[in-house]
């Protein structure tokens, strides 16, 4: 089998993980083996890969990859999210292109539409992470929508309702006016932004007096039902028991007193609409006000809006304030900065509103997954995160949650009257039929005479569960998948949704498996780009991943992905990170290649200096290995690949192949070449869960393997012991190797010709890298002697001075005269730093770091000059 001059990207990931899905590499069932488990955060089923896929998924694969080499029975389950509020509005858009309106349509015929939709577009974003190398058992795939994760969801839902822990109220909650559907809060997103203060003055009713009330949204005023002032604000003693005629709308309200209401903000008067705002809607129950809601769900006003009926709320406000100035009831207009909530979804403003919805009660669900962070059960990594996980569970809020959708798993609650508690929740229509007997005392109930609930459930509903799901883990707690691979190992996922799914996936696993649902879970940052800003189609600064992939290959990509993304931080995502990636891979494919090249004999002896540097490379690798598992074991992927990048492209292509490679047109002994092959084979194990394909192309050319001896399940090198003394000897060496090629370069003498090398070696090294020192350095005689020589270019690698002879090389006067320059710069910059260092305000009152430094500049300066004098001697 040849190899090709050129690293074909797209042939080999095409061939490879082929081979892998054929061989069944991704696939895990039970056995005796310790088992690794990774559940994929799942993306939204009609989603495409982005950039925060790449980062994600890259990482979950090095680790799963690696799980493998470990020997671990090692499985990451793939699926998809059914994601109610996005699927929906998609196919509400396709409708409406064909002409179809929602509302025209049953929900049985939206539903259709809806999973063909699914069946078209979902699984897309699966296909290509294949591209990108997952190594997922996709025979596992899983949907949140499949008929036995539904059935969980609803074996759920009834389980905490009849624990108490669901309810049904009447509460504000966040409603999204674009999406129709209300939203917990952590799908809210508060955004600073600029607005006005509007002063508006009520009329006192019997009187030509007023007050002034200050709102940054003058449209509510026609949901008014009373104006609150503080009981203590000796200001408005006289309005006490008066009422007020709110402008526009002519409605009489009261004057209430109530110590909520701040003496210090605004006028000291407060507009009290129950409908609008969640604190009106607590003072409007203290004190029995009249609720009035002036919106329609797709925040138009209603009949309350009186002529501004069916307007847009913000344009409603434009008009509004044009007449209250007309009318002379606005007093004055002034900026203001505040906290707007947005749907995290739609973009749209949220709209607080009254409604009947069901809740989650979570105080104390969250306790023990609060401990399970507090206590490291579950290690959060970054742990900056904890404190962040540990004040939104302490100050947790009862989860909303439904959702006015279509699309997703129908609340399994049934009506069978009009009274507030005439419904039952069951988990089918049979048992809500014979639950809704006993409840109404009714036995002629059938199913035609219940209702179900309309709305779905939010869409993490089913996603909290997920780890747990995936196994089948609530139709059968008992199983042997959930009792084999729960608790999973690892989770991989963003920051912002460490309270959405991360925290309630800590409570599901401990309220039905009385354990945590998984050990660790990694922290990535967000993708931005060089300008920091978060990568997005609307900015058009995000890549196409897939594209990335088929320029710089998937191996590329990956490299550049986790070049620069330390856990936790955002990642400054650039397309040099990608070349650079690139590079890397053909870095290690030319490595190869030259390794390929070589011939091989076994007759010859085996190379002195090539048992020297196999013996160096060993304990440099043992010491690096050892570094990559302290890497891997605190989560910093990206110091794992810069450790692993550093050792093959600067330790093994840079040194260890130019100190092994053979005389052009000699071959390499044997001996030397085994020992070549298998430094190689480690190094493509440990390549493997970063380049997993060219790795495995490599090693699969090197020689004939069945497929049990694939890279993919090879076994990860065992750390062994290093000699830190040698591999600092060979460092020592490496300078001087670098001293003999700069004066080559300075010297302009050509690698080809021989020269002679003279030490004094004060630093009592070790000789046994000379062997080195003369094949990298092309010297004909590496020799030691007491003092320095006559006629030769000198250079230090610390106190150990080396001379070239220069005889026949270099002109002697041009030398002399370039070193007597060099010589006059370097005593003028050690005069000065003298003069700083005898200057005792200096020393006495700058920071010790900066003194520390200019002594050490003395003393490099001193050293240097004694060179260059020496050298200038022995010229003369």
Known sequence: MSLAAKYSAESVENKWYSYWMEHGYFHSEPDERDSYAIVIPPPNVTGVLHMGHMLNNTIQDVLIRRARLLGYNALWVPGTDHASIATEAKVVDKLKREGISKTDI?????????????????????????????????????????????????????????????YRGYRMVNWDPEALTTLSDEEVNYEEKQGNLYYLQYAIEGSDDFVTIATTRPETILGDTAIC???????????????????????????????????????GCLKVTPAHDENDKMLGDKHGL?????????????????????????????EIVKELKELGFLAKIEQYTNKVGTSERTGAVIEPKLSDQWFLNMKDLSKPALDAVL???????????????????????????????????????YYFGDGKEDFVVAATVDEAVTLAKEKSGNSNLSESDLKQDPDVLDTWFSSWLWPITVFNGIL??????????????????????????????????????????????????????????????????????????????ADGVRVGMLLSSPAGNDLMFDLELCKQGSGFVNKIWNAYRLIDGWEVSSEIEPSET??????????????????????????????????????????????????????????????TYAGVISILEDNLKILHPFVPFVSEEIWQHITKRSPEEALIVAKWPEIGPFDTNLISDFEFAAEVISGIRTIRKEKNIAYKEQIELSAINSENTGTEFDGIICKLGNLSNLNYVSKPLDGSITFRVKSNEYFVPISGTVNVDEEIAKITEELHYTEGFLKSVQKKLS??????????QVVKMERTKEADALAKIETLKASLASLK
């Open 106 to 166: 049953s929900r049985e015929e939206f539903l259709e539409h809806a999973w063909e939709w699914t069946h078209k577009h979902g699984g897309i974003i699966l296909e290509q992470l294949k591209k990108l190398g997952a190594s997922c058992d996709w025979s596992r795939t899983k949907f949140t929508m499949d008929d036995d994760l539904s059935e969980s969801v609803i074996r759920v839902f009834v389980d905490l309702y009849r624990k108490g822990k669901i």
């Open 839 to 848: 200057n005792e305000r200096f020393v006495n009152n700058a920071p010790e």
């Open 476 to 553: 059968e707690p008992d199983n042997a998948d959930i009792n084999y691979y729960y608790p999973t190992k690892d989770l991989v996922t963003a920051p912002e949704i460490l309270f959405f799914w991360v925290a309630r996936m800590i409570i599901a696993g401990y309220e039905y498996r009385n354990e945590k649902p998984f050990d660790n879970v990694y922290l990535t940052g967000i993708v931005r780009d060089k300008q920091r800003r978060k990568m997005s189609k609307s900015l058009g600064n995000s890549p196409d991943p897939i594209e990335l992939i088929n320029e710089y290959g």
């Open 610 to 671: 090539g048992a020297i540097a196999i013996d160096w490379y060993k304990n440099r690798f043992n010491k690096t290995i050892a570094e990559i598992e302290d890497h891997f074991g605190k989560y910093r992927i990206s110091d794992a690949l810069m450790a692993t990048y550093k050792l093959v492209w600067d330790d093994f292509c840079s040194w260890f192949l130019e100190m092994v490679k053979p005389a052009y047109g000699q071959p390499i002994d044997s001996t």
């Open 290 to 318: 009249e609720v009035i809601d002036i919106f329609n769900d797709n925040a138009t006003l209603n009949s309350y809006g009186l002529h501004y009926k069916g307007q847009d709320r913000f344009h409603a406000r434009k």
């Open 375 to 413: 206590n490291k059960d579950v290690n959060l990594v970054p742990e900056k995160f904890i404190n962040t996980y540990r004040h939104w569970m302490e100050n947790v809020r009862d989860w909303n949650i439904s959702r006015q959708l279509w699309w997703g798993h129908q609340i399994p609650a």
């Open 229 to 267: 002032i503080n009981p203590e604000d000796e200001r408005f003693t006289h309005l006490k028991g008066k009422k007020v005629i709110v402008p526009i709308c002519n409605r009489v309200i009261p004057i209430i007193e109530d110590e909520y209401v701040s003496m210090e903000f605004g006028t």
